[in-house]
């Protein structure tokens, strides 16, 4: 049996999406997040289909999020074997039941369309997982509140401490008997910035001897928050003008909230004129009734929470329409502008939106905002990167809308953001890994912990394992 302590790089290395870590020592292994990977399609299918490792041997999973890039696998891994328990934070588990049971649905909703209307030619796709492969899954879950210690493994400890990414989402902290004493492992997931429209700042957990970081934006400042109430109202004032229609592709958990919030604020204190935003996601709606749920939470900002103490409901103006069924989905397609439509999923990998899409961007009037990261491959990358034809259920589309990126909705932390994150910490790991970024990404943060003096940071290739000394 191979004692060593090692860390096993199997998703999220050199690209964004697919958030595998796993974690061994003395023949114990505690896996970390287990995501779905999204982009080009065969490619990810090959990857979301298998395991470099035996699920059934695993003695603990650990999440860090609900959002399907750290959650989205999970079925398929207890589906191929896995017993393990399941841990994450409370919030967490309510979100992350959510997120696979709609997810399992939108792959057999994507998979019936798509198989419909390619019969003639014979091209067939199929899901990953099923409702009952979610469910399954599901019955292994358990919640621990942050700053709870928990025993993963045999001489594997864990806790969770908030990232402030999202609602209920964490940082792990790993404690490891190793020969001679211990060593701590920090695992950020997706971390937070030090100013957000809801939440409070992540607050950067001491004496880690190794850091798993992520990069998103390693090489990129966000937009202060204070400018994006401009340029959100210039968009929508444009598209009243136009009596055009506005497609976001957002996130169900935190984007779709914070949309929702900036709108409520840009009417009641911008003066922009009510138009009617239209919430297509089910999933959305249950997950902002799980915020409303917990408005009282601690992982809210003390300004997010004045804000509600005076105006009331921060998700219920008058102007939004949270839409359920999909006759009223496709009742939106013969409605005129003006209008916004906020429909999953936020990459434009699959859901509502890509029918929207489908729909709407061969119009000059239309407006494609993008408010979060676009993977490499996905079809919202192909169009932030300015493609004039897009490929919609297989299908060629003219791109003739208009598309934006507005990156100062990110809940990511930004480049500066990180470095700050890492000068506290007192004293340095032994070892900063760089994950979840693309290459650029992830190689200018390196660069620039190394122009700081930094030392010992990593950028891991998919598969490689390392060991700690």
């Given at each position: 049996?191979?004692?060593?302590l ?8 050199a690209?964004v999406?697919?958030s595998?870590?796993?974690i061994s020592a003395?023949?114990s ?8 990977f999204?982009g080009?399609?065969r490619?990810t299918l090959?990857?979301?289909?298998s395991?470099p490792?035996p ?6 999973v650990?999440l860090?999020h609900a ?8 079925p398929?891994?207890?589906k191929?074997?896995a017993q ?5 934070t ?12 709609d997810?399992?649905r939108i ?6 369309f798509f198989n419909?209307?390619?019969?003639a030619?014979?091209?067939r796709?199929?899901p990953?997982?099923?409702e ?10 358990r919640?621990?509140?942050?700053g709870?210690?928990?025993?993963a493994a ?5 806790s969770?401490a ?9 940082m792990?902290?790993l404690d490891v ?6 060593r ?7 971390l937070?910035?030090?100013q957000?429209l809801?939440?409070?700042p ?5 004496g880690?001897d ?5 990069s998103t ?6 937009a ?7 340029a959100f109202?210039?968009?929508?004032r ?5 009596k055009g229609k ?6 169900a958990?935190?984007r ?6 900036m709108l409520?604020k840009l009417?009641?204190?911008?003066g922009i004129?009510p138009i009617p935003?239209?919430?297509?996601s089910?999933?959305?709606v249950?997950?902002?009734?799980i915020?409303?749920r917990h408005?009282a ?8 929470k ?6 009331g409901?921060?998700?219920?103006m ?9 006759e009223?989905s496709?009742?939106?397609n013969?409605?005129p502008g003006?209008m916004?439509i906020?429909?999953a999923?936020?990459?434009c990998e ?14 000059e ?7 979060g990261?676009?993977a490499?491959?996905t ?6 990167d300015?493609?004039?034809k897009?490929?919609?259920?297989g299908?060629?589309h003219?791109?003739?809308a208009k598309?934006?990126?507005m ?22 790991p032994r070892a ?5 970024g693309?290459?650029d990404?992830?190689?200018?943060l390196?660069q620039s912990?190394q122009?700081?003096g930094?030392k010992g940071?990593?950028?891991p290739?998919f598969?490689?394992v390392?060991?700690?000394d």
């Amino acid at each position: 049996m191979n004692d060593a302590l090692t860390i096993g790089f199997y998703g999220a290395a050199a690209e964004v999406t697919g958030s595998r870590h796993l974690i061994s020592a003395a023949g114990s292994r505690v896996l970390l997040d287990c995501g779905m990977f999204q982009g080009h399609r065969r490619e990810t299918l090959d990857k979301n289909r298998s395991f470099p490792f035996p699920p059934e041997n695993l003695q603990a999973v650990v999440l860090s999020h609900a959002h399907v890039d750290h959650s989205g696998a999970l079925p398929l891994l207890y589906k191929k074997g896995a017993q393990a328990p399941l841990w994450c934070t409370p919030v967490t588990q309510e979100l992350t039941a959510l997120m696979l049971l709609d997810s399992a649905r939108i792959q057999e909703s994507d998979a019936r369309f798509f198989n419909k209307i390619h019969a003639a030619d014979g091209q067939r796709i199929t899901p990953l997982y099923s409702e009952d492969d979610v469910r399954h899954c599901l019955g292994h879950l358990r919640a621990r509140d942050f700053g709870a210690s928990l025993e993963a493994a045999g001489g594997i400890t864990a806790s969770f401490a908030s990232a402030g990414h999202v609602l209920g989402s964490a940082m792990v902290l790993l404690d490891v008997s190793v020969p001679g004493g211990r060593r701590r492992i920090l695992f950020t997931g997706d971390l937070g910035r030090r100013q957000s429209l809801l939440l409070q700042p992540p607050i950067p957990p001491q004496g880690a001897d190794y850091l798993l970081i992520e990069s998103t934006y390693g090489g990129r400042s966000h937009a202060p928050l204070g400018d994006l109430a401009g340029a959100f109202a210039a968009v929508v004032r444009r598209a009243i003008a136009d009596k055009g229609k506005i497609l976001i592709p957002s996130f169900a958990l935190e984007r779709t909230q914070e949309i929702v919030f900036m709108l409520e604020k840009l009417r009641r204190e911008h003066g922009i004129p009510p138009i009617p935003l239209y919430v297509d996601s089910p999933m959305a709606v249950e997950i902002t009734n799980i915020f409303n749920r917990h408005l009282a939470d601690s992982g809210f900002s003390p300004a997010f929470k004045d804000y509600t103490a005076k105006a009331g409901d921060p998700f219920g103006m008058d102007s939004v329409h949270y839409v359920r069924t999909k006759e009223e989905s496709q009742a939106l397609n013969d409605l005129p502008g003006p209008m916004i439509i906020l429909s999953a999923s936020g990459m434009c990998e699959g859901g509502r939106i890509l029918h929207h899409l489908r729909n709407n961007i061969n119009k000059e009037t239309t407006t494609v905002l993008l408010v979060g990261h676009q993977a490499e491959g996905t079809l919202g990358r192909h169009l932030q990167d300015g493609a004039k034809k897009v490929k919609i259920f297989g299908l060629e589309h003219e791109v003739l809308a208009k598309v934006e990126t507005m990156h100062a909705f990110s809940s990511h932390a930004d480049k500066d953001d990180l470095l700050a994150f890492i000068a506290a910490l007192d004293p340095k790991p032994r070892a900063i890994f760089l994950v979840h970024g693309d290459p650029d990404q992830r190689g200018a943060l390196a660069q620039s912990l190394q122009a700081a003096g930094i030392k010992g940071v990593v950028c891991p290739k998919f598969g490689q394992v390392v060991t700690l000394d």
